[in-house]
């Protein structure tokens, strides 16, 4: 699977899932396997003003539960989905 129809397939899992807490199994670019509790539809300008569009770079942002700061998903090292009970494996 492509970048392209993975992140067209994450978009309609993220709109599925409707502001619900999600989990994501990445690969981080160093290669490092990461699982993340995350938030979905959540806004950065908490003050300060990202530089870049994440999409443009195929980066997913997500409200990372645990920490509970924003975080930036790889959509290329995303492994799996798991939203309302159902875990999608790209």
Same mark, same amino acid.
């Given at each position: 699977?492509d970048?392209?129809?993975?992140?067209?397939?994450?978009?309609?899992?993220?709109?599925?899932?409707?502001?619900?807490i999600?989990?994501?199994?990445?690969?981080?670019?160093?290669?490092? $396997?990461?699982? $993340?509790?995350?938030?979905?539809?959540?806004?950065?300008?908490?003050?300060?003003?990202?530089?870049?569009?994440?999409?443009?770079?195929?980066?997913?942002?997500? $409200?990372?539960?645990?920490?509970?700061?924003?975080?930036?998903?790889?959509?290329?090292?995303?492994?799996?989905?798991?939203?309302?009970?159902?875990?999608?494996? $790209?």
């Amino acid at each position: 699977m492509d970048t392209k129809e993975k992140k067209a397939l994450l978009n309609r899992l993220i709109t599925e899932a409707n502001g619900t807490i999600v989990t994501i199994g990445a690969v981080k670019k160093d290669g490092d $396997f990461r699982k $993340f509790n995350c938030r979905m539809g959540v806004d950065m300008n908490n003050g300060g003003v990202l530089k870049y569009v994440p999409d443009e770079k195929d980066l997913l942002l997500v $409200f990372d539960m645990q920490k509970k700061v924003p975080r930036m998903v790889n959509i290329a090292g995303v492994e799996w989905v798991k939203a309302r009970k159902v875990t999608t494996t $790209f």
